[in-house]
């Protein structure tokens, strides 16, 4: 089974560009998830899509993030303008449901974004 | 919202013995309780987890406690390997509204395992 997939793993911009993070979940996971995970610290979750309908952004930094899912399969996130407190990790998990055993979570690699 | 708190944040021990991990929660209504493990660079990797209606569950070398009365949860690693250094996250799943589950991470735990 192949695992979940990002690109890029790497990114650098300067503060006020734009920049967007791409996922690719496990094939047949309807549940998707970003987290943001600052070095030093446990993921942060942003956002979680239930197929392609958004049931959690209550942490999304509304003003400059937004993400979508518009097929119920791939993902994107995308920053606009970045600041410099968004240095961090940009984790996507998926999992098959929300309950019992199907919500188990399985991360992709990350992509790492550096804003100078 | 859920706070979950970690200690300790870094851990030391020698090759062979055993490494406890300590967690609390705050909201009793959590009733899934994961345990990571994150090596320099990689993605997290889940090692075991519980859920609320049992107490203790076991594999291998890897252990999990969970007391719901005082919303705490530990991971116990016996004999333990070079390669068992790592960062260990716990984490609480806390139903959110609907099918959203909100999964509150800890600090985090840099364990090192010295040969």
């Known amino acids: 089974e192949a695992g979940v997939a990002q690109s890029p793993r790497y990114k650098i911009i300067e503060k006020r560009q734009s920049v967007a993070f791409w996922c690719n979940p496990i094939s047949g996971h309807a549940t998707l998830y970003w987290y943001q995970q600052i070095l030093g610290q446990g993921p942060k979750l942003l956002i979680q899509?239930?197929?392609?309908?958004?049931?959690?952004d209550s942490q999304l930094p509304k003003d400059r993030f937004s993400a979508e899912r518009l097929k119920g399969v791939d993902s994107t996130l995308k920053i606009q303008p970045a600041k410099l407190e968004d240095s961090a990790v940009y984790l996507c998990?998926?999992?098959?449901?929300?309950?019992?055993?199907?919500?188990?979570?399985?991360f992709g690699p990350g992509t790492r974004l550096l804003v100078l | 919202g859920e706070n979950v708190e970690q200690h300790p944040s870094t851990l030391s021990v020698q090759e062979g013995d055993s490494a406890v991990i300590k967690c609390t929660y705050s909201d009793s209504a959590s009733n899934y309780f994961p345990w990571y493990k994150q090596e320099l660079g990689k993605r997290p990797q889940l090692i075991i987890d519980i859920r609320s209606n049992v107490g203790e569950k076991k594999d291998q070398r890897i252990a999990v406690t969970l007391n719901k009365t005082a919303k705490h949860f530990s991971l116990h690693i016996t004999e333990t390997q070079p390669e068992d250094s790592a960062v260990y996250f716990c984490?609480?799943?806390?139903?959110?509204?609907?099918?959203?589950?909100?999964?509150?991470f800890g600090s985090g735990t840099q364990l090192t395992v010295l040969p």
């Open positions: 998990a998926s999992s098959r449901g929300t309950s019992g055993e199907k919500e188990t979570q399985y």
């Open positions: 899509f239930q197929n392609n309908g958004v049931v959690d």
């Open positions: 984490a609480a799943s806390l139903p959110f509204s609907g099918s959203a589950r909100q999964l509150t």
